[in-house]
């Protein structure tokens, strides 16, 4: 997908992610958050409409025009690191992880239980508006990352896996102040296998 951007479709219904995330969170966080990205992020490629790689691409060029490069960063990044939170959310999620994820996590946090509680302490410590990251570095070993407003891991030179979104827009009506309680319940939503099968995904076409 390219310039101009179209929103993609929230994958579920806004109350589906109950008693996670409440429906009037999902609906705002979406139809106001979300949208106001996309639109955001054409209105700043507008000015150069010649610039027609797929996000992902835009995201990690160091050489974009002054004039799109800030509203690349914010708002590009408020579409791709939304639209993957949601995919990587499920309802009735939260099943542990298996297969080739599930021992490399181990071999790299020590245990699941370990890696949920530093990827939740990660999330929790984020100061401000951010987002806490499971991602792979470019020797597609696991590490976890935290970012401040939009910043998205790509950025970074990194590949995301999963994310915790710490903005209060994502909790506050529910949880109000208690980000500690969003991130806890958080981990029943969690779609394992899309995570896993991303994993695959990119270890596999790093080594073509
Ligand atoms: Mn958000």
Redesign the pocket.
Known sequence: MTYPYKPQPFPYAYDALLPVIDAQTGRI?YEK??FAYVDNLNKTLSVAPDLQQPLPELLVDKQLPESVRTGVRNFGG?VY??EL?WHMLKPQGGVQPTGQLAHQLVQTFGSIEQFKQQLSTAALTVFGSG?GWLCLDAHKKLLLKQTSN?DCPLSDGLYPLMCI?V?E??YYLHYQNRRADFITAFWQLIDWEFIATRYVQAVVSAKN
Do not use: K, L, P, S
Request: glycine share 8%; proline share 0%; aromatic share 30%.
């Open positions: 966080h958050h979300y408020g690191n939304h939170y987002w939009q979104d903005w827009h994502a």
